[in-house]
């Protein structure tokens, strides 16, 4: 291989690459913009407290697949916060079962008449959750949509230069 074509193989590879990252930058920051938005609201807003347990149960959902709809269960915790004046709550587990039995069993992980942290929401007391809130992901996509975007201009910016570079070594200009 010559060294002209050795030039036009490493311009294109630095374009290749460089659109490569500005595809997944988009990628990145449309995902971290629809994580982060839903999620944020939930992080500024809950409060911590503690919840007093006082029933357990399962709450009927109803599930989704790409295919099909079915009934599913969730764990659901009847609980007291800890906030004046005193209000019951509902704590109920993302995680979603197939079986009322299912459901059941997880309840055991917060037992009748305990108290346990949890994360209400300060806007509507009667939502809560076992653990705090974060928008911890969307930020992550962000960041490396970020890195992307600069990762991507970088190598779009070697590309050019490749192409606009003599394989002597000197410089085209377009005015020459």
């Known amino acids: 291989m010559d060294q002209e074509s050795s030039e036009k193989f490493r ?3 630095s374009l290749y690459t460089g659109c490569t990252f500005l595809g997944i930058a988009l ?4 995902a971290g913009v629809f994580v982060y938005r839903d999620a944020y609201p939930k992080e500024k807003n809950y409060k911590q407290s503690t919840c007093f347990v006082f029933n357990v149960g399962y709450r009927n959902r109803t599930c989704r697949t790409r295919y099909t709809t079915f ?3 969730s764990a659901a915790w ?3 916060l800890d906030i004046k004046p005193r209000m019951n709550t509902t704590v109920e587990s993302e995680k979603r079962y197939q079986s009322p039995t299912d459901a059941l069993n997880q309840t ?5 008449n305990n108290e346990e942290t949890c994360w209400y929401d300060g806007r509507q007391p009667t939502e809560a959750r076992w653990k705090q809130p974060t928008s911890r992901l969307g930020r992550i996509f962000l960041i490396c949509g970020g890195v992307s975007v600069f990762m991507g201009v970088f190598f779009l910016s070697l ?3 490749l192409f606009n570079r003599d394989p002597l070594g000197s410089y085209i200009f377009a005015g020459n």
């Open 11 to 13: 311009a294109h590879m």
């Open 78 to 80: 009847e609980a007291q």
């Open 71 to 73: 009934n599913c269960y």
């Open 108 to 112: 055991a992980t917060h037992k009748i």
């Open 159 to 161: 590309s050019i230069w």
């Open 27 to 30: 990628g990145l920051l449309i």
